[in-house]
Every structure is written in structure tokens, then in C-alpha cells.
């Protein structure tokens, strides 16, 4: 009798400890839509990047380029628009639709 009476009382504190707390909440699942991309190094770059003036480490830090394709947009310069960066091997329309609101492309890059 006593320990189903122990077992009584405790399923009540818990239970009473429950209601305080209040329900649990989970935490809010994201979509990978809803999350910013990121690049290999899980960094975003902080502000837009000019594509003419920028560094191969600036240019790395943009979601889906690595410092082969930062050389290959350094080489491909100067552009006159943002959608110039298409021209470059290896960026097509997914990847220019991740970038595009990553970058600018405002001065000229002297060659």
C-alpha cells in the first residue's frame, strides 16, 4: 500500500511540476529556403561585395564560391553588371540567383 501510494504522489508532483513549467515548446523548424546560404566555410559576407574590386577572400566568402571560382571572377573582370557573372565557367542561373543579392557591381576593376 505504501508504494502505490508513494507512486500516487509522485506521478502528482510531476505532474503539478508540468503544469507550472508550462508545455514544452519546440524549437521552430526552418526549411533550407528559409535559411540563408552559407558558403564551405559557414560565412556570410556582412555587406554586399563589388564583384570588380573585391578580394578572392571577399569574393570567397559568397554562398557557393570557393577560391578557384573567386580567381576565376577576379579573371573575368571588368564587368558592367552583376549578371556579367554568368559569363564566368561554373556560374549558371541557380548559382547567380544564390548571388545576386550578395553583390553590386559598381566600380571598374582595373586591369
Do not use: W, Y
Not at 5 to 24: D, N, R
Not at 71 to 78: D, F, G, L, S
Amino acid at each position: 500500500m505504501r508504494k502505490h501510494t508513494l507512486t500516487i504522489v509522485c506521478s502528482t508532483l510531476l505532474l503539478a511540476l508540468a503544469s507550472i513549467a508550462g508545455p514544452a515548446q519546440a524549437e521552430p523548424t526552418t526549411s533550407q529556403s528559409d535559411t540563408p546560404q552559407k558558403n564551405g566555410a559557414g560565412k556570410m559576407p556582412s555587406k554586399a561585395v563589388d564583384i570588380n574590386t573585391a578580394t578572392e577572400k571577399q569574393l570567397s566568402s559568397l554562398p557557393g564560391i570557393g577560391p578557384q571560382m573567386a580567381k576565376r571572377i577576379i579573371e573575368a573582370r571588368p564587368f558592367k553588371s552583376i549578371q556579367e557573372l554568368k559569363r564566368v565557367k561554373g556560374i549558371g542561373d541557380k548559382k547567380f540567383e544564390r548571388l545576386k543579392s550578395h553583390v553590386v557591381c559598381e566600380a571598374k576593376a582595373s586591369q
